[in-house]
């Protein structure tokens, strides 16, 4: 019996500890409160300053971003321009192996048009390594297989320089 008076009356001054550490906290906060509402001139003056200086570096962080954004979307647009043209390359190239080793009729149109436009491309891969042939005519032309892989590598140097200009950093 005893023990659960002594329990109740713990139990009853846990209680009243509770509310009044709550009471004193509320007052507390309620003090802040009243005295962070308070400012004086000076005060206001430098938090006036403070928030000018922060708009100003939005600002100026925004029109930088947008200036980055700018200048990647023009050197996306450069480098969608550079496929391009490589892929064409890549393709007309790919055309005139392949009217090799199919050993296609030089008397052609197609074969004369598609020989005439890639020849500026091959000229400087001509006689490079011998090109095997088979009975019949066809050829395996490895010049053309060298010019292509060539043309890839440069593909790849110039779109990483594009990609190093476009995500260039100014400041760290």
């Known amino acids: 019996m005893e023990d659960n008076k002594l329990a109740a009356d713990e139990a009853r ?3 009243q500890h509770e509310s009044i550490k709550a009471q004193v906290e509320s ?7 009243a005295r962070a509402d308070r400012t004086t001139p000076t005060e206001a003056a430098e938090l006036e300053q403070v928030a000018g200086e922060f708009r100003g570096k939005a600002i ?5 971003t947008e200036r980055e954004v700018e200048r990647a979307r023009g050197m996306a647009r450069v480098s969608q321009v550079v496929d391009y043209i490589f892929y064409l390359i890549y393709g007309l190239l790919g055309i005139r192996l392949l009217l090799a080793l199919l050993a296609a009729r030089s008397s052609a149109g197609f074969v004369q048009f598609i020989y005439g ?5 091959y000229a400087p891969f001509r006689g490079i390594v011998a090109s095997p042939r088979a009975e019949g005519g066809y ?6 297989v060298i010019a292509i892989i060539v043309y890839a590598l440069l593909h790849l140097g110039i779109n990483g320089l594009l990609r190093l200009i476009a995500h260039r950093k100014t400041e760290i």
Do not use: F, G, H, S
């Open 60 to 64: 100026n962080e925004v029109v930088e």
């Open 117 to 121: 436009v890639t020849d500026p491309l």
């Open 139 to 144: 050829t395996l032309a490895l010049p053309i």
């Open 27 to 33: 007052e507390v906060n309620a003090e802040i409160a």
């Open 13 to 15: 001054r846990e209680v």
